[in-house]
C-alpha cells in the first residue's frame, strides 16, 4: 500500500516553522506496515492544493494531508476539497458538539468564526477531534483510494494518526508487514563502507533493502524487510541476515536498535548499571546535553565540567599546571588529566574528555582548527585519540567530536 503526504502551510515552505508533521507520519506510517512514497509541501492556495491533490490521488492509495483547516481566510482546505469533490459544504452535528465542548472547557464563549469549523464537505466522513476544534476529514474517490485531510498542529494530528487514521487505513486496504533495523557504524567512511559489505549487500533477498544515512562522524545503516503479510519478521530471521554484515564491517559496529549514539550509549549504561561523568571543553557541554535530554538519563548520568579555561581544567579537573604550560591544553596529556580527574571526583565508571579546537578560529600551524582530543577513561584504563578533522564549520566538528567520544566509550564498554 502507498501511502503520500502533503503539508500546506507558507510557514513551512519559509523556514518559519520546521516541517515535523512529515517525518512523525511518515514513521508513524511505515510502522503500520505502509510505504511512504513521497510527501509534499505546498503553499497556501486554492492551486497548489487543488493541483497537489489532483496528482497525488491519481498515484496512491492514500493521501494524507495536514494544514489549512483553521477558521481564518487564509484556511482553505476545505474549500477547495469541496470544489474538488463537487460538494457543498454542511454543518457536522458531531464536528458542532467537539467544537462546543472544547470551547466550553476552555471557558471561552463560541463565536461564529469559530463555529465555521464544524463545517465540513457533505461528502465527507468525519473523524472525531478529541483535541482540538479542526476536524479530521476522510474522503473516498472515485479510483478506489482515500484522502485524509489533518489539522497541522502537531499534537492533534499525533493522535488522530494513531487512534483515527491509522485504524481506519489498516481496515480498508490490505497490509503487509515493515519491520526496520538500524545498524550505528563508526570509524569509516560511507563510500568505504559501501564498497567493504557490497558482497553482502547484493546477497539480500528481494524484499529487503539496505539505506546509508550519513551524520556527522558516523554511518545509520538501516535494513528494511517488507513482507505481504501481517506476520512480523522474526529476530532470527534478522539476525541470520546480519552475520554477513558483521563478517565484513563488525569491528565498525558500535550498537543496533538506536536512531542516535547517544541513544545508545544511555541504553547501554542503563541496562550496565554503570555510571558516567563528563569534561568537555571544545564541545560545550554537547555530550552531556544529548544524554541528559532522554528521560532517565539520572540513573547513570553524574554530571559534567564545561571546562573551557586552563584555570577551571585545574582547578575542577586536577589538570597540572605544568602538563598545560609543557604541552599545551589541546594535547593528549591534557585530555587524560582531564578524562581521569572527573571520573575521579565524580565517582563514575566511566568519563569522557574532550578538548581541542572547534573553530573557525584559534588554530595554529602547529594544532590547526579542526584538531580534537578525545579521552575516555574506566578504573582500569585510559584511551586517548587524536582527530584532525581538516575544516572550519565550528558545528560540525562539535557533532563529530561528540559521536567519536560516544563511539570511544561504546568500544571500551564492549571491550574491543
Not at 463537487?86 to 467544537?99: G, Y
Not at 528494511?224 to 530471521?237: F, G, H, L
Not at 564541545?283 to 559534567?304: D, E, M, N, P, V
Amino acid at each position: 500500500m502507498n501511502v503520500s503526504i502533503i503539508n500546506i502551510g507558507d510557514e513551512l515552505l519559509i523556514g518559519q516553522v520546521v516541517n515535523t508533521n512529515a517525518s512523525t507520519m511518515s514513521k508513524m506510517l511505515i510502522r503500520a506496515g505502509m510505504d511512504v512514497a513521497e510527501v509534499s509541501v505546498i503553499a497556501d492556495s486554492e492551486e497548489a492544493i487543488s493541483n497537489t491533490v489532483q496528482r497525488h490521488i491519481e498515484n496512491y492509495d492514500a493521501v494524507l494531508i495536514t494544514g489549512g483547516l483553521g477558521p481564518t481566510k487564509d484556511d482553505v482546505t476545505k474549500k477547495v476539497l469541496c470544489h474538488f469533490f463537487d460538494s457543498k459544504m454542511v454543518e457536522n452535528a458531531m464536528a458542532l458538539d467537539n467544537v462546543k465542548r472544547i470551547f466550553e472547557s476552555r471557558g471561552y464563549e463560541l463565536t461564529p468564526i469559530n463555529r465555521q469549523q464544524a463545517w465540513v464537505p457533505e461528502c465527507c466522513e468525519v473523524l472525531n477531534n478529541d483535541l482540538g476544534t479542526a476536524p479530521c476529514m476522510w474522503f473516498e474517490t472515485q479510483r478506489n483510494s482515500v484522502l485524509v485531510s489533518l489539522p497541522g498542529v502537531p499534537f492533534e494530528m499525533e493522535w488522530l494518526m494513531s487512534n483515527r487514521v491509522i485504524p481506519k487505513l489498516q481496515k480498508r486496504f490490505h497490509i503487509g508487514s515493515i519491520v526496520s533495523k538500524n545498524i550505528l557504524v563508526q570509524g569509516i567512511g560511507e563510500s568505504f563502507l559501501s564498497d567493504l559489505i557490497e558482497p553482502w549487500e547484493l546477497s539480500l533477498p528481494n524484499n529487503a533493502k539496505l539505506a546509508y544515512l550519513p551524520v556527522a562522524g558516523m554511518v545509520k545503516l538501516r535494513l528494511t524487510i517488507r513482507t505481504n503479510t501481517k506476520e512480523v519478521c522474526d529476530s532470527a530471521y534478522i539476525s541470520d541476515l546480519l552475520k554477513g554484515l558483521y563478517a565484513l564491517a563488525g569491528k565498525y559496529i558500535v550498537g543496533e536498535d538506536c536512531e542516535t549514539l547517544a541513544e545508545l550509549v544511555h541504553n547501554t549504561l542503563v541496562s550496565n548499571g554503570k555510571t558516567l561523568a563528563t569534561a568537555e571543553s571544545c564541545t560545550g557541554g554537547a555530550i552531556a546535553s544529548k544524554l541528559t535530554a532522554q528521560a532517565g538519563a539520572s540513573a547513570y548520568f553524574r554530571g559534567g565540567v564545561v571546562a573551557y579555561s586552563n584555570a577551571v581544567k585545574e582547578c575542577s579537573l586536577g589538570v597540572r599546571h605544568e602538563t598545560l604550560e609543557c604541552h599545551g591544553a589541546v594535547s593528549e596529556e591534557t585530555a587524560r588529566e582531564m578524562v581521569e580527574g572527573v571520573r575521579q571526583k565524580l565517582g563514575a565508571d566511566y568519563a569522557i574528555a574532550t578538548t581541542g579546537i572547534a573553530g573557525p578560529d584559534g588554530g595554529s600551524k602547529e594544532k590547526p582548527v579542526g584538531t580534537i582530543w578525545i579521552a575516555v577513561a574506566s578504573q582500569d584504563k585510559t584511551v586517548a585519540q587524536l582527530l584532525q578533522f581538516g575544516g572550519n564549520k565550528r558545528q560540525q566538528n562539535i557533532d563529530r567530536s561528540v559521536n567519536q567520544a560516544y563511539a570511544m566509550l561504546m568500544r571500551m564498554i564492549k571491550n574491543y
